[in-house]
């Protein structure tokens, strides 16, 4: 079990230009690919609810993991400890391993460890939290530090480069603002309905004209690229493309699938084939 930090955010910095975060990405394998742990996972991170600088564009870099996830490095306390984070707008937790972890465990021998002492603006609390997913489980203490901001314009985006292997570029975050040169057409709005999650309206799916569910519910999930949903829901949606069961399909069909219309703010807006199906090499 890896020992980390939970750390909750005070002393905010006011940002008055855009914020950017750059993305950079690893090589897709298919080894690292575990279809079950994946959807323990979702399934745990939906369900349970824990409880408890100036006007100039910064930069620092991002990475996708399987095309599935985005992350990049954040600073934390002061003077500054950096760690790689995932930007996930599923999760209201920040966490960081801490110095207590072990060598011998492989997630605190491969990252950066946060240590409070050595922090002018670290507060312990020494309140103790488990968390538990279906690709492990952590444990560890509370902590407030700094590492927050304040923006003028109260909006963030994602722009996602899914090119993995011509491009190490994967993206961009944006704090504060958005940048137009990240998209075409006009910006489809829609209200939050929770305050729990990123929970939006959703009007519908449509796969070749047929309607697969009607108005529900959806989280808008940074955390990960998948598309994760009940599993009726899901596995109607795979016969429909073809996919049946296993929820795998031979690479060469992709350009032969139908795209799938999700309905948002009355607004159909349609994901290609190869966009919603992940390709990963054969063992």
Known sequence: MTSFLLLLLSTCL????????????????RKYYNKDAIVEYLRQKYITNYTFVASYDYQEGLSNYLNAEYYGTIQIGNPPQTFKVLFDTGSANLWVPCSICPLTDKACSQHNKFNCTQSSTCYPTNSYLPLKYGTGSLHGYVDFDVVCMICAEAVFAF???????????????????????????????????????????????????????????????????????????????????????????DCSTIPNLPEITFIIGGIPLVVIPQNYVIKVSIL
Request: charged share 10%; with cysteine.
């Open 159 to 249: 722009y996602l480069n899914r090119d993995l292997y011509n491009n190490t570029v994967g993206g961009e975050l944006t704090l504060c603002g958005i940048d137009p040169t990240h998209y075409q057409g006009p910006i489809v709005w829609e209200y939050l309905i929770s305050e729990t999650y990123w929970q939006i309206q959703l009007g519908g799916i449509i796969i070749n004209g047929q309607q697969i569910t009607g108005p529900t519910t959806a989280i808008v999930d940074s955390g990960t690229s998948l598309i994760a949903g009940p599993p009726a829901l899901v596995q109607e949606i795979q016969q429909v493309i073809g996919a049946g069961a296993s929820g795998s399909i």
């Open 14 to 29: 006011c940002i008055d230009a855009l914020w950017r975060v750059p993305l950079t990405k690893t090589t897709l394998d």
